[in-house]
């Protein structure tokens, strides 16, 4: 439940798919590493939260305890650290592993691929995050997906915010979560779920509302540096500092046009501890009669500078910055867009079909096929001894192979090959 | 104190097993024990109790070796796509009813999921039984398809060895009722392009014919109920000489001598058409129904061999395939490299680098198949983790980049780095592969350096008198030359330099 084989049409367009995120990954210069799909389930505790229920664990068979991963981001700490690498720039393509509630006609499954790009290592601020939003603008420009935003926040503007609004620590978490669900819920029940569940005051969610529904650019950042009660949040101060130079930095990358300062941004998991970033689609595939497809996020990331910390046996710190690309949400989309347009995608790469007309010509088919292979040509034969010309043909229809080579016995002694182009039906000898 | 003590003594057996190389398992074990005595003494916060670590018989791949693995893949798949295979990918994990009952005495190798309440799992132990449930239920009959993709077996994993319990396997197979011998011949052509394209050296291709053994086994007198037993032994001419063998197959599998000298007249030939010749003129062979089926058929098979020019690289009549053999219904064959050149420091020759067997009896146990429904030739094709020897042998011979990027924007002079991001980002948008370094104002020297560390062959220079003339200085890295291009003109002149030929 929850996965899905891949017949060779998906498997092509995946791809495809694969293959211009990770051209972008190379662009700028990350090198690939892999690491197991099983992880030690005490690798994997502690880093999740509230997600860690949708873990799948490997039943104790008498070794060690194992899971298989979450995402790649842990696993990519844990190389770190075991490694004792202190710098680097890292790309990983792989599946992951979420007993989720899928909801696969919206491209949600418990078996997925993520494309994870991070940086780690001790920079001059901000120079890193910028590069991780450029990419993400990269790669969402370079797909043509339509027109998308992507909203960057940070941690430590949000923790400001709430302790300048009267939050007690305990409750920052939960806050938080709440307060992401303004890209879902309006305000109102946003703010009943703060003073109904979590228990806050009417007056402090009042004043999260104030900062919280606001977005914008380098003005509201400026605004907000010169709001009174923020200004005099060391943390907040700090984290807007950042946000400002960001800012600059992606002015400079020219690509502040679909970038938004978003306060209401809090994202999921625990390890965040600065900048974060989530990119969303604008606008839904629309085609007549069929219903829209809504598919959230198509990618997500931020600065998690604690997590390797966490691995490292004497507690040393090495901060990281990344972004994960959702490329099913992205695939489910291609896909449509694919079946819309009615283009066939070929399962093979075939080239040339080698065939025959005439029967007791085996040998001289598979000669020429060796030939053709052994020249790199793309190249099948039937597996018949002496196969119909018309059923040689059919099959190059069906599969898509645009040429035949026909070897009969008038060619054979002339030493030529006929070439035929299949879609046309001409005919050359060669 | 003597807990202060026993914390000393362990570090020590530590620095002492890392110094002597030990198996990482072990010392990753002792390590454990040490952060555990020291957390306990109290003297660390205690965050830092578990073992750093891949779970046992997995492990993570390095740039360098994921560079390698690309190369390998890339040669893989490109001579499955040159002979017009389809790619499919099946789910990691399937249902553990799916794989229970097909894999005979090694189920208990499979990696089961706990029950958390919903279906119950186990992650796949190969390629086929996925392939096999995946024809089931689209219901094809006729495909030929590549998967390569991780596999799960909870063995005892010799990782010096190149075996582990996570590890690719590149299967190639065919399935459907066709002509006889023309996909077999298929397979072993393929098998020897790949095995070409790695250039890893002298290799040979072994086959052989389950039927044929079976009807070598009947004529030597073998009774039935010992047929897979002997196989075994059998199996074993690989790695033992003949007389270990006979006596194995005499002292303790029962044989009788007269039998076992039969085998051993049969088992210690091989050679091309001219044996299957001869093996076809043999008096007591050719009497038996199955043999001369198998015969004539590996006949037909080196027919189309010669036709497709790899007759040399291939031996028939290997008795050593026997147990592979046998666990098909038809051809079996292996490709092998022969020997491990001298400067090798890494793992040993794994022999036996891709094995295929036919399959056709585990498809027509299972719960999908009432019958035999493919007759066809089953060709199965899998690298056990095979990226460990061309590992060896490529990384001896090149300096492999781990990344791929042609220029390295930099500047000499303080205060440019706004300069700098604006022309990586003209480079990025243009698709040429850049990097810049995460310092405001990094000396040139480092940034020179950095090209030379990671193979990055050209770096665009921005300083101000430059910027004023309104070009940037273009260094080649190796030969340390510098031309000053304009900046229009960047883009291009990046690309011509690094074009391949």
């Not at chain 2, 360098?64 to 994990?93: L, S």
């Not at chain 2, 039927?211 to 199996?235: E, Q």
């Not at chain 2, 009896?361 to 056990?384: C, E, H, K, N």
Request: a negative charge.
């Amino acid at each position: 439940q929850g996965t899905r084989d891949h017949p060779p049409a998906h498997v092509v367009l995946r791809d495809r798919l694969l293959a211009a995120v990770v051209a972008c990954f190379k662009r700028h210069g990350a090198a690939a590493i892999d690491t197991p799909v099983l992880e030690l389930r005490e690798t994997l505790m502690g880093k999740y939260g509230e997600e860690t229920k949708l873990i799948y664990e490997l039943q104790d068979q008498g070794g060690e305890l194992l899971a298989l991963r979450y995402d790649l981001t842990v696993p990519f700490a844990r190389y770190l650290a075991m490694n004792k690498i202190s710098t680097m720039k890292r790309y990983q393509v792989a599946k992951v592993y979420r007993r989720d509630n899928p909801a696969t006609t919206r491209g949600r499954y418990r078996e997925f691929y993520q494309c994870d790009f991070d940086i780690a290592g001790w920079f001059d601020p901000m120079l890193p995050d910028a590069e991780c939003l450029k990419i993400v603008h990269e790669i969402l420009s370079d797909l043509q997906l339509g027109d998308f935003l992507i909203k960057v926040n940070d941690r430590r503007i949000l923790n400001g915010v709430f302790a300048v609004c009267g939050i007690p620590d305990s409750k920052f978490i939960s806050t938080c979560s709440t307060v992401d669900k303004l890209d879902k819920m309006p305000w109102e029940e946003v703010r009943s779920e703060m003073v109904g569940e979590k228990g806050l005051s009417p007056e402090a969610a009042d004043l999260i509302g104030d900062y919280v529904q606001r977005h914008g650019g380098l003005d509201l950042i400026e605004q907000l540096l010169q709001d009174p009660k923020l200004s005099q949040n060391k943390v907040a101060k700090e984290g807007l500092g950042d946000m400002k130079l960001l800012f600059e930095y992606l002015g400079l990358f020219g690509i502040t046009g679909k970038i938004s300062f978003d306060l209401s941004l809090a994202r999921g998991l625990d390890y965040y501890t600065g900048v974060i970033f989530e990119a969303v689609l604008l606008q839904q595939e629309k085609e007549p009669g069929e219903e829209p497809l809504s598919v959230g996020s198509v990618a997500g990331g931020g600065r998690y500078d604690g997590l390797v910390g966490m691995f490292d046996p004497k507690g040393r710190k090495v901060p990281c910055v990344g972004v994960s690309i959702g490329i099913e949400r992205i695939f489910s989309i291609l896909e449509q867009r694919v079946k819309a347009s009615g283009e066939k995608v070929r399962a093979t790469e075939t080239q040339v079909l080698v065939a025959t007309p005439h029967k007791h010509l085996l040998a001289a088919r598979l000669k020429l096929i060796s030939e053709l292979w052994d020249a790199g040509i793309k190249a099948e034969m039937l597996y018949k001894k002496d196969p119909k010309l018309l059923k040689q043909l059919q099959y190059c229809e069906d599969t898509g192979i645009p040429l035949a080579a026909i070897v009969g016995e008038q060619e054979l002694t002339e030493g030529v090959v006929k070439l035929r182009d299949v879609a046309r039906r001409e005919e050359v000898r060669i | 104190m003597a807990e202060e003590a026993a914390v000393r003594a362990q570090a020590e057996t530590v620095r002492r097993l890392k110094q002597d190389k030990a198996d990482p398992d072990e010392i990753a074990k002792e390590v454990a024990k040490l952060l555990e005595m020291k957390a306990q003494l109290g003297g660390d916060e205690g965050k830092h109790k578990f073992v750093l670590k891949t779970p046992k018989g997995t492990r993570d791949y390095s740039p360098k070796q994921m560079a390698i693995r690309e190369r390998v893949f890339d040669a893989i798949i490109t001579c499955f796509k040159r002979h017009g295979a389809e790619v499919i990918d099946t789910p990691v994990f399937e249902l553990k009813e799916t794989l229970t009952g097909k894999y005979g005495e090694d189920s208990k190798l499979i990696y089961d999921l706990k029950d958390q309440g919903g279906e119950l799992l186990s992650l796949r132990y190969d390629l086929t039984v996925p392939f096999a449930r995946y024809l089931a239920m689209n219901k094809i009959t006729n495909i030929k398809r590549y998967h390569i993709a991780k596999v799960y077996r909870r063995d005892n994993p010799a990782t010096t060895r190149g075996r582990y319990r996570e590890f690719y396997q590149c299967d190639f197979d065919i399935a459907g009722q066709f002509d006889p011998m023309i996909p077999d011949a298929e397979c072993l052509k393929i098998v020897h392009e790949i095995l070409s394209d790695l250039q890893l050296g002298d290799f040979l291709i072994k086959v052989n014919d389950r039927r044929i053994l079976d009807g070598m086994f009947a004529v030597c007198g073998v009774p039935d109920s010992k047929f897979r037993t002997i196989c075994s032994s059998v199996d074993k001419l690989d790695k033992m000489p003949w007389e270990e063998v006979r006596s194995e197959m005499v002292g303790e599998k029962g044989l009788s001598p007269e039998a076992a000298d039969c085998i051993g007249d049969y088992v210690q030939l091989h050679g091309g058409l001219d044996l299957i010749e001869q093996l076809l003129q043999d008096p007591k062979l050719s009497q038996n129904k199955v043999a001369k089926e198998g015969l004539g058929d590996m006949k037909l098979l080196f027919e189309y061999l010669g036709l497709f020019g790899i007759t040399g690289k291939v031996s028939g009549g290997c008795w050593s395939l026997a147990q592979a053999a046998q666990r098909g219904c038809g051809v079996s064959f292996s490709g092998e490299i022969p020997k491990v050149p001298e400067h090798d420091p890494g793992p040993p020759a794994l022999g036996k680098l891709l094995e295929q067997g036919g399959l056709d009896q585990m498809i027509s146990r299972g719960p999908f198949q009432p019958q035999p429904f493919y007759d066809g030739l089953w060709g199965s094709f899998w690298g056990q983790d095979s990226s460990s020897i061309p590992q060896t042998h490529l990384a001896s011979e090149e300096k492999i980049r781990t990344t791929e990027t042609q220029v390295l924007v930099a500047s000499a002079q303080k205060k440019l780095l706004e300069e700098r991001l604006k022309l990586i980002a003209e480079l990025w948008d243009a698709g040429i592969k850049a990097e810049v370094l995460y310092k405001k104002n990094p000396k040139l020297l480092n940034q020179l350096q950095y090209c030379e560390d990671t193979g990055i062959p050209l770096v665009a220079i921005v300083g101000e008198q430059e910027l004023k003339d309104g070009v940037v200085k273009l260094r080649v890295v190796a030969t340390r030359e510098e031309v000053n291009v304009r900046r229009e003109s960047l883009v291009e002149e990046i690309r011509l330099r690094t074009s391949q030929p």
